[in-house]
């Protein structure tokens, strides 16, 4: 089976991202912006801190009041999570020297989607009450270098003794989250010093994937066999003289529950097939999830403050929960039985990067129920100092995320000018994730706000994000 069947709607969905960075020439992270952090006119820094209210209410404009994308790796750049992504039989992208000495030991990739479909901020008195409903997404990608070593095997790229060959590849993972969040913030200055903040979350889950292949183990005891073959195309001539056996053993699981996604499988109980419908999606679990935040003036030019966002859960329900699992017990190769060994050149030389053809995935219709996932949360710590009547901000900004392959940390420092009451400018660096080349920009001219932590720097960036907003001022400035 085409593995790129399998991921079709994930793929859809992160190809969307990319190429939302790729329209723009700055690129912005999915639900927060770390650059707007200290930008008192930027509405959309409450993502990262309830406590920091705009110095005015906003409505925003339905789909373009706040849009924004991201997608980064540890290891690869654009166009090799394109190919990932395409992952076509006959893309050879593994073959480069290039891309394979990029590659890490576990090669991890996440796209994130963040679009506000109403949102509304307002001054009364001393506090700011704030309401949105937002749609979000994340995708992530695990894949192990051991992977692509084996599939430069099949390809004869390297010379393996095939009577005492053994490759295990682990760690392989493909994930998806989509939900709907309905939000209600309230922030509060309780004096000259302390403002506090918070916003309780309702989730709408509307669909959750998770595919892992936790081991396969590929084991040959072939002899006959071109020590360079290229399984990939290999046929019956160059499998004349083979005798002994080979053997594949996988450990995979696949979850989902997402209505509207249906597991088709094929004469042989194994699945063949994903398709989904449109016309059928709709909620397939409920959650929950707090922000908090404050800051304080430590002196009126010295402002500290610390927040925790997206703490909470997803309750997927048991109707539109299905399980499948690993069943390779067939997956015995013996060169004696006529047939055998072009059957195994079939399921090794797909050339895929996740070939379910070695998975031979059951549906486990016992194993479905209940379960609960939790969402991706960030914890901020960030210092400002101010000068010039506060027109120069200087900050420092620690945040951690906490994902589902890995958790994240970054130390960003940023630059912002207050113009005008209209026109606020932030630059930023971030040293820490994607090589050190985070170079971050954010303006905010009017209503337009737009932003990027990682500014755009061809194909090669491992590292994409971008934000723009168009609102609607509401009520007076708040200084």
């Not at 016309?279 to 010295?302: C, H, K, Q, W």
Request: aromatic share 10%.
């Amino acid at each position: 089976m085409n593995m790129s069947k399998f991921t079709a709607f994930w793929g859809y969905i992160q190809a969307a991202l990319i190429l939302a960075c790729l329209l723009f020439p700055l690129c912005v992270s999915a639900q927060y912006l770390r650059t707007s952090y200290f930008m008192d006119g930027a509405q959309y820094r409450m993502q990262l801190n309830p406590a920091l209210a705009p110095v005015r209410g906003y409505i925003h404009i339905p789909a373009i009041g706040n849009s924004s994308a991201m997608i980064r790796s540890n290891a690869l750049n654009v166009s090799d999570i394109f190919d990932l992504i395409k992952n076509a039989s006959d893309d050879d992208y593994y073959t480069t020297d290039k891309f394979y000495n990029r590659l890490q030991d576990q090669n991890k990739a996440m796209a994130t989607m963040g679009s506000d479909l109403f949102a509304v901020g307002t001054w009364h008195g001393n506090s700011f009450m704030s309401f949105n409903i937002s749609l979000r997404a994340d995708g992530n990608l695990s894949v192990a270098r051991e992977l692509f070593t084996f599939m430069r095997d099949m390809k004869g790229m390297n010379t393996n003794d095939y009577s005492d060959y053994t490759r295990i590849i682990g760690g392989n993972r493909l994930g998806l989250n989509l939900y709907t969040e309905i939000g209600f913030g309230y922030s509060r200055i309780l004096n000259d010093r302390l403002t506090i903040g918070g916003r309780i979350k309702g989730l709408l889950g509307l669909g959750n994937v998770d595919f892992k292949v936790n081991k396969a183990v590929i084991n040959t005891r072939l002899q006959g066999i071109d020590p360079n073959i290229d399984w990939t195309t290999a046929g019956p001539d160059e499998l004349l003289d083979a005798t002994g056996t080979a053997t594949i053993d996988v450990d995979a699981d696949l979850v989902t529950s997402f209505h509207g996604l249906d597991l088709v499988t094929n004469s042989d109980g194994y699945i063949d097939d994903v398709k989904f419908k449109m016309s059928r999606m709709g909620i397939s679990g409920l959650g929950a999830a707090i922000d908090a935040g404050l800051a304080y003036n430590v002196t009126p030019e010295f402002t500290i403050s610390a927040a925790v966002t997206d703490l909470g859960f997803i309750r997927w329900v048991k109707g539109s929960t299905k399980v499948a699992h690993a069943n390779t017990e067939d997956l015995n190769f013996d060169a004696e039985n006529p047939g055998d060994i072009l059957r195994f050149t079939t399921v090794v030389g797909t050339g895929e990067a996740l070939n379910l053809d070695m998975a031979r995935l059951t549906i486990d219709d016992q194993g479905a129920k209940a379960r609960t996932t939790s969402i991706a949360s960030t914890m901020s710590l960030g210092g400002e100092y101010r000068v010039l009547d506060d027109k120069v901000r200087l900050g420092a900004l620690f945040t951690s995320h906490f994902a589902r392959l890995e958790n994240e940390s970054e130390l960003t420092f940023s630059a912002g000018y207050h113009a005008s009451s209209l026109v606020d400018l932030a630059l930023s660096y971030s040293p820490i994730m994607c090589g050190g080349k985070s170079l971050g920009i954010a303006v905010k001219a009017g209503p337009l706000f737009i932003g990027t932590d990682y500014l755009y720097m061809g194909n090669n960036s491992r590292c994409l994000n971008a934000q723009v907003g168009l609102s609607i001022p509401l009520g007076q400035r708040e200084e």
